[in-house]
């Protein structure tokens, strides 16, 4: 007589072997990433992923938040200080809507430099200034949100306008002048 040993309560081999595979793997990837990791205890740490869906008012990516935040820090020794500044403020005053925010500061306020920071970084995808600009994200820029699915984001330059201002018309042929 054939015994089915299928549905018997247990664990069989394969799962196991499963199990112990899928562990294996997620302890092997966390030791080799350990800066990553690193990097993402600190960003969560700051409040940059809230306080950035905050001042863009929508829910934010958090691989690119962890990318901005990372490269904001790097173009930006006192960002940490600025980013904590802002939160403590828009903690604080508990604001409703980043319109009120903005109300709430005047146009010099370093706050509102660092929230013209962190808002400009993820709606043009780019950080930095003048010729030290570091491009994170290139289609997933909240700019292109609007027109998303009626207009293909285009896959080259640095985003609109970006190839710099047409040249002046030349009258010279071959080195003479006309």
Same mark, same amino acid.
């Given at each position: ?6 549905n018997?309560?247990?664990v069989?081999?394969?799962s196991?072997?499963?199990g ?13 990433f350990?800066?990553?990791?690193a990097q993402?205890?600190?960003m969560s740490?700051?409040g940059f ?8 008012s929508r829910?934010?990516?958090?691989? @690119?938040?962890?990318?901005?935040? =990372?490269?904001?820090q &790097? !173009?930006y020794? +006192? *960002?940490?200080?600025r /980013?904590?500044? @802002?939160g403590?403020?828009?903690n =604080?005053?508990?604001? &409703? !809507?980043v319109d +009120? *925010?903005?109300?709430? /500061?005047?146009a ?10 962190i808002?400009s970084a993820w709606?043009?995808?780019v950080v930095g200034e003048g010729e030290?600009?570091?491009l994170i994200a290139?289609?997933d820029?909240?700019?292109y949100?609007?027109?998303r699915?009626?207009?293909?984001v285009?896959s ?5 306008d970006s190839?710099g201002?047409k040249p002046?018309?030349s ?5 003479v002048?006309?």
């Amino acid at each position: 007589m054939l015994h089915n040993n299928a549905n018997q309560a247990g664990v069989s081999r394969r799962s196991l072997l499963k199990g112990m595979g899928i562990l294996s793997f997620a302890a092997m990837t966390s030791s080799l990433f350990p800066a990553i990791k690193a990097q993402a205890q600190a960003m969560s740490d700051s409040g940059f992923l809230p306080l950035s869906a905050f001042l863009v008012s929508r829910e934010v990516n958090p691989v @690119l938040a962890q990318r901005y935040y =990372a490269t904001l820090q &790097k !173009h930006y020794a +006192d *960002f940490s200080s600025r /980013l904590a500044a @802002l939160g403590d403020y828009v903690n =604080a005053h508990n604001f &409703k !809507h980043v319109d +009120d *925010f903005l109300a709430s /500061l005047s146009a010099d306020d370093p706050r509102l430099k660092t929230a013209s920071l962190i808002i400009s970084a993820w709606y043009t995808g780019v950080v930095g200034e003048g010729e030290h600009l570091e491009l994170i994200a290139y289609a997933d820029a909240l700019m292109y949100l609007p027109t998303r699915g009626i207009l293909v984001v285009p896959s080259y330059g640095g985003g609109p306008d970006s190839w710099g201002s047409k040249p002046g018309a030349s009258t010279s042929v071959k080195g003479v002048n006309a």
